[in-house]
């Protein structure tokens, strides 16, 4: 018994819907459990990131999209401490298609560890919070998604407002969302304040690049103020930097119809070029001041010379006014990819009670003469309970003293009455049956007696007497047993 009242109990844990340890706010009515791997086992990082914008791939293979607004807006971050909330930023967001990219703030990344978060949603009145001038650190000068449609200058992410001075090329599907396909002109960004460039002073320009071709020498960007000059292309589809001439090449090519990550950074007297994350070349030299403008995807108009215009994609164009990390580095390329092995995603969880989840929505379609039904079949139910308890009760007590009973009677002998004037043994063996039948029998000896029998030698008479009278208390015994059992076989099956 004690076993199917443990089978019941886990059965309704099961169903009801699952009590988180704690909760942000009661108006999210779901969230999903999302890591920062960056044990061996995800990313395979081991130094610390820091503050790290942190690209969340949603689809259909790890969310539903059920439950939350059409456009995402409902959407909020929060850190393990069910506290802290994370700005972000919806790069797109498509419900239909079970797709979404979205940029978390993540303020501190440690290395060799794994780090949760919780992505709460399911908040029809929640307002838009997404804010890309807030996701990214105010180290980044300019940011392009090229999350635009074509024709249109690309938009600047960061609070400095690069947006680029015109538009080029076409949009396409790139490693992040949209990526822009380069027609041979350049994208001019603008001689901005915030774009300027200080003699040695620290840079890092990061990006994907897809090479459709790998002829000749491209130019990926360039800057020029007279006499100084700044190139980052490919020749033949090595990568290369160039200041004032000074070159060094990448030891790893790019290879023709593959995204690949290409950054390089300034610092000091040190130019370092990075493939996927990797250096593969490094220049001596101090990079020269600049307030000009800047040419991404091919040479500015006004430079004569024998340098092809970039022949491929870009996406994820970054601008940075520090020396982005090496281990940034390798992150950014690692993870922004769609076989990214940083972010882990977890189940999606629903706020207790009966108001939310399935269960909610269930209880909620429930008509008023249902509920009826339902409210008798519960009563039924804990009616079961306590029959079946008790049954159990009665059985285990029966059970007991009828084994006592035995042990007792074993030492009778001939002495068929000895234990019939026992008050102490009467007591303990009252919830016997082999007891009470064992009274009968004596006291329709004893009343024969009285009525001057011989009970000597017991006749045929006398037994089937006793008999008669032990088959009145086995009855009553029985009745007892079986009593309330249709009762219970009819809430067992759920009524009529």
Not at 159 to 171: D, E, F, Q, R
Not at 185 to 195: I, R
Request: charged residues 20%; hydrophobic residues 45%.
């Amino acid at each position: 018994m004690q076993r199917l009242l443990l089978s019941l109990f886990i059965c309704l844990g099961l169903v009801l819907p699952a009590t988180a340890n704690a909760w942000w706010q009661d108006d999210w009515h779901y969230r999903k459990q999302i890591s920062v791997d960056t044990t061996p086992q995800g990313a395979a990082i081991n130094q610390a990131l820091g503050r790290t914008a942190l690209l969340v791939r949603l689809h259909t293979g790890n969310f539903t999209f059920d439950g939350v607004k059409d456009d995402g807006s409902d959407l909020r971050f929060v850190g393990a401490d069910d506290k802290t909330v994370f700005n972000h930023q919806i790069e797109s967001f498509d419900p239909l298609m079970g797709m979404a990219l979205i940029w978390v703030d993540v303020p501190k990344v440690e290395g060799a560890q794994r780090q949760d978060l919780w992505m709460y949603y399911g908040n029809q009145k929640a307002p838009a919070t997404a804010n890309g001038q807030l996701t990214f650190d105010p180290n980044y000068t300019a940011l392009y998604h090229f999350d635009g449609a074509s024709g249109t200058p690309p938009r600047d992410t960061t609070a400095y407002a690069n947006t680029a001075l015109n538009a080029t090329g076409s949009s396409i599907d790139g490693v992040v969302g949209r990526a822009l396909q380069f027609s041979g002109q350049p994208l001019l960004l603008p001689a901005s304040p915030s774009l300027q460039h200080a003699a040695g002073g620290a840079f890092t320009f990061s990006a994907w690049l897809r090479l459709d071709q790998a002829s000749g020498e491209q130019i990926v960007l360039a800057r020029r103020e007279a006499p100084h000059s700044l190139l980052l292309g490919l020749n033949q589809g090595m990568p290369f930097v160039e200041v004032d001439g000074q070159r060094a090449v990448s030891t790893q090519p790019l290879n023709p119809g593959q995204w690949q990550h290409l950054a390089f950074t300034a610092e000091g007297e040190k130019v370092t070029l990075y493939v996927n994350g990797r250096e593969t070349a490094s220049l001596a030299v101090a990079m020269p001041a600049f307030n000009t403008q800047l040419a991404i995807g091919a040479d500015l108009p006004e430079a004569a010379g024998p340098h092809l215009p970039f022949a491929g994609a870009m996406d994820e164009l970054r601008l940075s006014k520090v020396a982005r990390p090496a281990t940034v580095l390798l992150a950014d390329a690692s993870a922004q990819g769609a076989e990214s092995k940083l972010v882990a995603y977890g189940v999606d969880e629903e706020q207790s009670g009966f108001g939310f989840g399935s269960l909610g929505f269930l209880l909620n379609a429930v008509p008023v003469d249902a509920w009826v039904i339902i409210l008798v079949l519960v009563a039924m139910m804990f009616q079961s309970w306590v029959i079946m308890i008790r049954k159990n009760r009665m059985v285990s007590r029966v059970s007991s003293a009828n084994e006592a009973f035995r042990e007792q009677f074993a030492q009778i002998g001939t002495r068929l009455e000895m234990f019939y004037d026992d008050n102490v043994l009467a007591e303990r063996l009252t919830h016997s049956s082999l007891w009470r039948l064992y009274c009968v029998a004596v006291k329709e000896i004893r009343t024969r007696r009285a009525q001057g029998a011989d009970t000597s030698s017991v006749s045929a008479a006398t037994i089937e007497a006793i008999r008669c009278s032990m088959d009145g208390v086995r009855t009553r015994e029985n009745h007892s047993l079986r009593s309330k059992l249709s009762t219970l076989s009819n809430a067992i099956a759920g009524g009529p």
